[in-house]
């Protein structure tokens, strides 16, 4: 299973961004999907997370401006980020674990900076 994120950029704090993570390779259906972030000097924080029944759980600090979505025909996830912060500046990283196989696979992450 490979993943890879994009989308990341430069914004101005108040503004939106989405990121995109491309799911290749085989991966049971039984699932979990995730977005994290690391902001500088900082530990790797869970950000959202789907589960393959669909329930989405947001971290609070996120709560209301990030939407999570997906498209499986395009094996996709979406993060939607509205009314960033410059709190929100970090690499973000998408994951997926296979609940099955009991593996967890990374991608490359992406740099998201807000500006104050």
């Known amino acids: 299973v490979q993943l890879q994120a994009s989308g990341g950029g430069l914004v101005q704090a108040g503004k939106s961004l989405r990121l995109s993570c491309v799911v290749s390779g085989s991966i049971s259906s039984s699932n979990v999907m995730d977005w994290y972030r690391q902001a500088p000097e900082k530990q790797r924080e869970l950000v959202v997370r789907l589960r393959s029944g669909g329930n989405i759980t947001y971290a609070d600090a996120v709560k209301g401006r990030f939407t999570l979505s997906s498209d499986n025909v395009k094996r996709t996830m979406y993060l939607q980020m509205n009314s960033l912060k410059p709190e929100d500046t970090a690499v973000y990283y998408c994951?997926?674990?296979?609940?099955?196989?009991?593996?967890?696979?990374w991608g490359p992450g992406t740099l998201v900076t807000v500006s104050s």
């Open positions: 994951a997926a674990t296979d609940l099955k196989a009991l593996k967890k696979f």
